[in-house]
């Protein structure tokens, strides 16, 4: 089993910055991806950033350039660096961690792009 939190969500003016973490415990050496998903209104769940155990970061489209995701050596802690924010990417966020056989998630942290 794996527990996800998130922290670091809130409301931040256009062009603002905002960092995510999501904490891991429990079996983290399983983990093989953590990633970051995002659900706004009316919308289905998306892809936002991920980072594989070798390092290996893929990013939606949307957010290439202004986003960074990284994690530490020990799986722990996964963050989301996120500039120049545009009001669509007002959403709820979601910790993600892949193990070879499941999928786990966090609880979720509102980001909310508004002047």
């Known amino acids: 089993q794996v527990q996800l939190v998130e922290s670091g969500g809130g409301l931040v003016q256009p062009g603002g910055s905002l960092t995510l973490s999501c904490a891991a415990s429990g079996s983290i050496f399983s983990i093989n991806i953590m990633g970051w998903y995002r659900q706004a209104p009316g919308k289905q769940r998306e892809l936002v950033a991920s980072v594989t155990r070798g390092s290996t970061t893929n990013y939606a489209d949307s957010v290439k350039g202004r986003f960074t995701i990284s994690r530490d050596s020990a799986w722990s802690t996964v963050s989301l660096q996120m500039t120049n924010l545009r009001p669509e990417d007002t959403a709820v966020y979601f910790c993600?961690?892949?193990?070879?056989?499941?999928?786990?998630w966090g609880q979720g942290t509102q980001v909310t792009v508004s002047s």
């Open positions: 993600n961690a892949r193990t070879f056989n499941r999928m786990y």
